[in-house]
């Protein structure tokens, strides 16, 4: 299975954005997927999960509230729709994925830049 992230850019503060990660390769119902953030010198953080299976989501305090994860079964397509976003929501947006039952994500797309202007 490969990912493929993409839907970054510019943004003004204020603004939303929706991000896409486009999945290929053998079917992933047995994956959580995920989005994933870095800003600049600061460590990599998880913004939430979906099961692809169920739909089922989890958010992290950085996703709660103004983000929403979702996937589109038929495109094999995880999205990230981001909204009142803010100057430190800037950071390059990853995709991953990992088998229900593993403990860490060895899937990983190429990232996103986003940026948000104040």
């Known amino acids: 299975v490969q990912l493929q992230a993409s839907g970054g850019g510019l943004v003004q503060a204020g603004g939303s954005l929706r991000l896409s990660c486009a999945a290929s390769?053998?079917?992933?119902?047995?994956?959580?997927m995920a989005w994933f953030r870095q800003a600049p010198e600061k460590e990599r953080e998880l913004v939430g999960t979906?099961?692809?299976?169920?739909?089922?989501?989890f958010y992290t305090e950085i996703g709660k509230g103004r983000f929403t994860i979702s996937r589109d079964d038929a495109k094999k397509t995880m999205y990230l729709q981001m909204s009142s976003l803010k100057p430190e929501d800037t950071a390059v947006y990853y995709c991953?994925?990992?088998?229900?039952?593993?403990?860490?994500?060895?899937?990983w797309g190429q990232g996103t830049q986003v940026t948000v202007s104040s």
């Open positions: 979906i099961r692809w299976s169920a739909g089922m989501t």
């Open positions: 390769g053998r079917t992933q119902y047995r994956y959580i």
């Open positions: 991953a994925a990992k088998t229900v039952g593993d403990s860490t994500y060895d899937l």
